[in-house]
C-alpha cells in the first residue's frame, strides 16, 4: 500500500505564491508518475500538472508559465510551485503517483490541501 499526504495549501492574496508538498510512503519500488490534480466546488477534477520518471512534464494551458512541478528522487516527494496564483486557482489540490509496489503498477491519490486565492 503506497499513501500519499500533501501539505502547503493555504490562503493567498492574488498574484501570491504557494508551494505545495507530496510525500508518498509504503512499499514503493518505483514511482513511474507523479502529478498533481484540482477540483473546484461544483467542478469535475482536472489535470494540473504531471512529472515522468522520465523527467518529461506536462502542464495544463491554465497554469503554463505560472506553475512548475518538481521532485526529489531521493524521497518520494514532488512539489508545486505556483506563482501567479489567481482567484480561479482556488481548489483542493491533489497529488496523485502511478507506483509500483511489491505487486504491481496501481495509482494513489493523497487526501488533498485546500489553496484558496482571496484578497
Known amino acids: 500500500q503506497v499513501r500519499l499526504v500533501e501539505s502547503g495549501g493555504d490562503l493567498v492574496q492574488p498574484g501570491g505564491s504557494l508551494r505545495l508538498s507530496c510525500v508518498a510512503s509504503g512499499t514503493i519500488i518505483s514511482i513511474g508518475v507523479m502529478g498533481w490534480y484540482r477540483q473546484a466546488p461544483g467542478k469535475q477534477r482536472e489535470l494540473v500538472a504531471t512529472?515522468?520518471?522520465?523527467?518529461?512534464?506536462n502542464y495544463a494551458d491554465f497554469v503554463k508559465g505560472r506553475f512548475t512541478i518538481s521532485r526529489d528522487n531521493d524521497k518520494n516527494q514532488w512539489y508545486l510551485q505556483m506563482n501567479s496564483l489567481k482567484p480561479e486557482d482556488t481548489a483542493v489540490y491533489y497529488c496523485?503517483?502511478?507506483?509500483?509496489?511489491?505487486?504491481?503498477?496501481?495509482?494513489?491519490w493523497g487526501q488533498g490541501t485546500q489553496v484558496t486565492v482571496s484578497s
Open positions: 512529472l515522468l520518471s522520465t523527467g518529461a512534464t
Open positions: 496523485y503517483s502511478q507506483a509500483r509496489t511489491l505487486g504491481q503498477s496501481s495509482p494513489y
